[in-house]
């Protein structure tokens, strides 16, 4: 038998499954849209209807991908999968939501995407009002839902905490983090430390001044489409807070906010979602509406926006090219020299808004979230816990307390979403994204010269062979290791915080 | 036995129905959601996923809808309904659309989904370009599935294009719209050949100049607001063409377009649309997501439109509380009088555009249309034919010309979305709008010393009770009938089109 006539099989094997799966990845996508229409463009009053048809649109899915049909489709799709296949990764991808689903009941999913649609509305009015109470009573069901899903997909050595991350980061694990998170702050807590005690300050007044709303939008648009942002198959709206969904590579939403006395919490977050939207705008056509036609995990994801965030936008390449236009856009800011606002750009400097955070602290934003999600599923804190425990943390990690709830426990809004487990994917994101840019650098060469001359399609190009075109192929860890020849390792993102902390600050640790 | 325990029994009877067809009703939102994506948000690219992704809605809201469960549901609940009660409504309305669903096969039902969703793309592409071949292929095809669909669903004395009607329109047929329009058309053609003849025309200059759109939009929101519609739950959009979807009675979403020389299209569109939207947000909240908790018809969708767009918001008694408003929001147009506006309210004049016609030709609009569907489902006219059999027909009724197909066949999106038999529920609104107007008038006394004091709650106040929290408990004959206390007749509509012919040009017939 001839490797043809067996791939040929293979896909007669696997047309069941796909068949059925197309189904399920539609009533997904069904959900993503009218959540992001709940971000953007719901009424106020509209969240009670939209929690019971997402409830609805849930159980269906759920009914859809447990059902007895798919299972029987699946098992005949594993008897033909021949390994290292895309036809293996498909039924890999499969069998790993099949399983997760099996063990979940669908009253209870339906349940969660009901909670999910109103504790987020419930989030946002406690937001604006900087009161917790507003949000508790629902926050506190979302955690019990979140615990009894846990529950039924904890097993052997995998704890309840285990399961959450799994959904977003396959096959990471509290045992895995624990170790990294210590190797993180061991590193960056001198270099934080160093900073404060090298009595050097940043100046930075050329990031500030008065900065419209119409003229942030025109520019952070432009860059976004300068680095290869495809807005005939994607927009950019003005949100709470900062998001990219992806629908399918022809439909890709941006969202933005922005500080009208400093430019760059748009600007980069515009960037930031961009390097998202890319990765989504990247993904195999062939295989949409397949096991493997979506982005790999989040931590891949998150690479993605950090690599054009803060690897391509903050260097001094970039600004090269970017800093007339950036005069063009901002006449009122035409003196600001490159010199003086590349420092602006790297400041190390503990903060209280994670999303908003330096490269220096951001990890250890992210290590408090991890510590009170590990607690919270450990049974060890509750959702009338919280405000403390996180100033508290706040206050050790960072040596920062957040003057109102709204800029401290409820300035995420991952918990009101039942997002419990995917803080830590940004982390890897920082590690993937240093690693994946230092093989760029091998193949490519001069990556600098590029950007100056504002050419960023040959990074585009890199990252959309060996990241964006595999879609889930490969797992995470495949893939980086194909794409960097070696394991992922912390080593490149920390060697590039410790020489932004030489050079910006004068601080060798 | 007495009436509670009944009721208590019924609704028993009634629970594993309601319980089946709230997700069913929830996947036809979830499509409503999505279209109005499509249409005010989704980048131009999304199509083609967007059609997939509406397919696969359409046909698990058909599987559901026609499952066995839900025919076993139906027939328990059947022998328990008491005739007169909601319940009964409920029962009867499940049916109906259980009935006409089990004739069409899930495969057709995904086609057609898909089906709206390209032919909309491509007939907004041929819009822009005024090219009807960009259209023409979907067209032809759309048209072959609406003919497999409704040679489906005619029996008896019900004919293909009944069918079509009756989606809209329950209950409405060929035979009770042909005497109808030829009545219309006896009396109106007369009076709009009067017109001509009469040598008047009427200044238009008040109505035209300088209005920014931000203006526009102000006013036009504002307007809204006064006569009742709700921003909490509702929200209004610049589009293409204007609509309005409700997806519950706390999320309505209305659209608006307008001309910057002439501010009658937005704010007329927009009064129109906000009766359509607070038809919508008065819905009965108690039956939402059952058989009965919608608009009962779209005859009596457009009557609210139609009622708050033309006799309340063009009346003389209306602009002695707006006109002040007008002259704040457009300081451009102060010196436009109350007596040099209102004729220009009023015209009756042959023109190209069905959304801005008055309304002394509207309805010849419709009779156009209506005649070329009938045409269509008779197998007498193809796609290819439609631009030739527009202009012939314009020039029959109308005595116009479109100067390009932008403005002649390519008008109306309804057809590239399937909605064959829609346009003559227009026609209908008009009638009921003005039968049902008499009936507010006669019940509340002075209407015109309210709306002159900026007094709309009233007349909302008896809509609300007479019309919308009925939702479709009774059909849209009996909800007439017993709102007004007489069978619908053209009789009052025709009436005030005469009366305005003799006021504005002193035409008599």
């Avoid at 759920?62 to 008897?79: F, I, Q, T, Y």
């Avoid at 009941?105 to 989030?123: D, N, V």
Wanted: net charge negative.
């Amino acid at each position: 038998m001839n490797d043809t006539s067996r791939t040929g099989e293979a896909n007669q094997a696997l047309a069941p499954l796909l068949r059925l799966w197309a189904e399920v990845d539609d009533l997904g996508k069904a959900s993503s849209i009218l959540a992001w229409d709940q971000e953007t463009q719901m009424p106020s009053k509209g969240g009670a209807a939209r929690g019971k048809l997402q409830a609805t649109l849930a159980g269906l899915r759920h009914e859809k991908l447990v059902s007895s049909e798919m299972e029987d489709a699946l098992r005949a799709a594993e008897e033909g999968a021949v390994d290292g296949t895309p036809e293996h990764a498909q039924v890999r991808e499969a069998r790993r939501a099949f399983d997760r689903a099996a063990r979940i009941p669908g009253e209870l999913a339906r349940a969660l995407a009901e909670a999910a649609t109103l504790s987020h509305e419930s989030w946002v009015a406690a937001r604006k009002a900087a009161d917790f109470s507003l949000f508790e009573r629902d926050l506190a069901h979302m955690i019990g839902l979140k615990r009894e899903e846990a529950g039924l997909l904890a097993r052997g050595d995998i704890t309840p905490y285990d399961a959450l991350l799994d959904q977003w980061e396959p096959g990471m694990t509290e045992a895995k983090l624990v170790p990294l998170f210590a190797e993180l702050r061991d590193v960056l807590a001198p270099i934080v430390h160093g900073v404060r005690e090298c009595g050097r300050t940043i100046d930075e007044s050329p990031a500030r001044g008065d900065f419209p709303a119409a003229a942030q939008y025109a520019f952070g648009r432009s860059m976004a489409e300068a680095i290869g942002f495809d807005f005939d198959a994607g927009r950019l709206d003005l949100a709470p807070h900062p998001f990219c969904s992806g629908f399918a590579p022809s439909d890709v939403r941006l969202t933005w906010r922005f500080d009208a006395g400093d430019f760059r919490p748009a600007l980069f977050g515009i960037l930031h979602e961009a390097g998202h939207g890319l990765y989504e705008q990247g993904l195999p056509g062939a295989w949409q509406r397949t096991p493997i036609g979506g982005a790999v995990s989040l931590g891949v994801h998150e690479s993605q926006s950090r690599l054009w965030e803060n690897l391509v936008g903050r260097s001094r390449a970039f600004w090269e090219w970017a800093l007339p236009r950036f005069h063009a856009h901002f006449p009122g800011a035409s003196g600001v020299t490159l010199d003086a606002l590349l420092p602006a750009l790297h400041t190390i400097q503990p903060s209280l808004i994670r999303v908003e955070a330096d490269q220096g602290t951001y990890d250890l934003h992210i290590a408090i979230r991890f510590e009170l999600e590990r607690a919270i599923f450990a049974g060890e804190l509750e959702a009338r816990d919280l405000p403390d425990a996180w100033d508290a943390r706040y206050g050790a990690f960072l040596g920062v307390r957040a003057p109102s709830v709204a800029d401290g426990v409820l300035q995420d809004i991952h918990w009101s979403m039942g997002g419990f487990g995917y803080f830590p994917t940004y982390t890897l994101g920082n590690l993937i994204n240093a690693q994946l840019f230092t093989a760029a650098r091998a193949a490519l060469g001069d990556l600098d010269a590029m950007f100056a001359r504002g050419e960023f399609a040959p990074l585009l190009g890199w990252l959309r062979e060996n990241v964006h075109a595999h879609g889930a192929r490969y797992t995470a860890t495949e893939l980086v290791e194909r794409a960097t020849g070696r394991p992922l390792s912390a080593a490149d993102f920390l060697a590039d915080r410790a020489a932004t902390a030489a050079s910006v600050y004068g601080v060798t640790t």
